[in-house]
């Protein structure tokens, strides 16, 4: 056989192999593509879960962050909203899901350390992964215009001379807001009676018509009222001061600022996400939350940014998992 024919034979036996191995590569399932798929995420959308109804707090805040991240990572965030049964609806879709960095999730804390104790939750702290924390907010205590009192010590005072007199509305037996103010309220050795309401804005509406006393609950939904006269906010369950409420004090001018209770969101992921997705969205998320049309949106709310991420905020989330845990079985109920 010529030496010619046989370098025909053999390009024409290399091309059938490097076919072959083409189509097989082609093949295979995205997953099992044998390269750095990891390093080149995110490749498409990703999906952000926030289990809450349109229009709520945590829904335009997801929403805002979802824009400003979206040029960092280089792909769209579409938010779904997943709402229902205070937050662990949308939490236990998350969690289900494949843990591929594509469906990720944007939530306050309670359905993450305050619900699961007070109502059956189809997961548990080990089925999802914190990735980074955006901001972070006190609770607000409200009195009435005319309530004799025109600061928070003042207001501590009445309320100590008063026991069992005045009621305070919360967001839901259980809640955030409900743990935080009884522990709040223990902690100052006062007795104010509990009202349950279906959310921030119907307690808001219950006060400003005169039903209960005090208003607790988030900054947003009485920050209008407040801003027309209708409120006077007095008390925070954070310990520091916040700007947006000049006349409230916070726990450690009380002597009590380890009985802090605050509101935070987070980005979470479902567990076994992989270590470099985390580190990439936990980078981006960060970016983002620093850019000045956030940071001047949290300030607007009375909230201020917060950068808690990794094992760090794997360890804070647990903490107060297990506080209010305790909690609940205090003011349950009997």
């Known amino acids: 056989m010529s030496e010619n024919r046989i370098d025909r034979i053999a390009r024409r036996v290399l091309r059938r192999r490097l076919a072959t191995g083409l189509l097989w590569l082609l093949a295979l399932p995205l997953g099992l593509v044998p390269c750095g798929a990891a390093a080149q995420y995110p490749a498409r959308p990703i999906e952000m879960i926030t289990p809450i109804a349109p229009g709520g ?133 006062l007795q104010v009676r509990p009202v349950s309401f279906g959310g921030a804005s119907e307690t808001a509406r219950d006060f400003v018509g005169g039903h209960i006393t005090f208003y607790a609950g988030g900054i947003a939904s009485i920050l209008p009222h407040a801003k027309a006269g209708r409120a006077k906010c007095l008390l925070l369950t954070s310990a520091a001061d916040n700007p947006l409420f000049p006349q409230a004090v916070g726990l450690d001018a009380l002597g009590v600022g380890s009985t802090e209770t605050v509101f935070w969101r987070a980005i979470v992921v479902p567990k076994a996400t992989p270590p470099e997705v985390i580190a990439r969205l936990e980078d981006a998320f960060l970016k983002a939350s620093q850019h000045p049309r956030f940071q001047s949106y949290l300030a607007g709310l009375g909230e201020v940014p917060a950068a808690a991420r990794g094992a760090a905020l794997a360890r804070e989330l647990r903490r107060e998992f297990d506080e209010l845990g305790a909690l609940t079985k205090q003011v349950a109920p009997k």
């Open 57 to 189: 707090g945590m829904d335009l805040q997801a929403r805002l962050l979802a824009e400003l991240v979206e040029p960092i990572l280089g792909q769209r965030v579409v938010v779904l909203n997943r709402p229902g049964a205070g937050g662990t609806l949308g939490m236990g879709q998350l969690t289900q899901a494949k843990p591929d960095g594509y469906t990720i999730g944007a939530v306050w804390n309670g359905p993450l350390t305050a619900s699961p104790h007070s109502q059956p939750v189809p997961y548990t702290p080990d089925d999802y992964l914190p990735v980074v924390q955006f901001s972070k907010a006190p609770f607000v205590i409200c009195a009435a215009p005319d309530f004799p009192a025109s600061t928070g010590r003042e207001l501590v005072e009445n309320i100590r001379r008063n026991p069992g007199r005045y009621t305070y509305g919360h967001e839901g037996v259980g809640g955030m807001l409900h743990l935080g103010a009884e522990r709040l309220f223990a902690a100052l050795g």
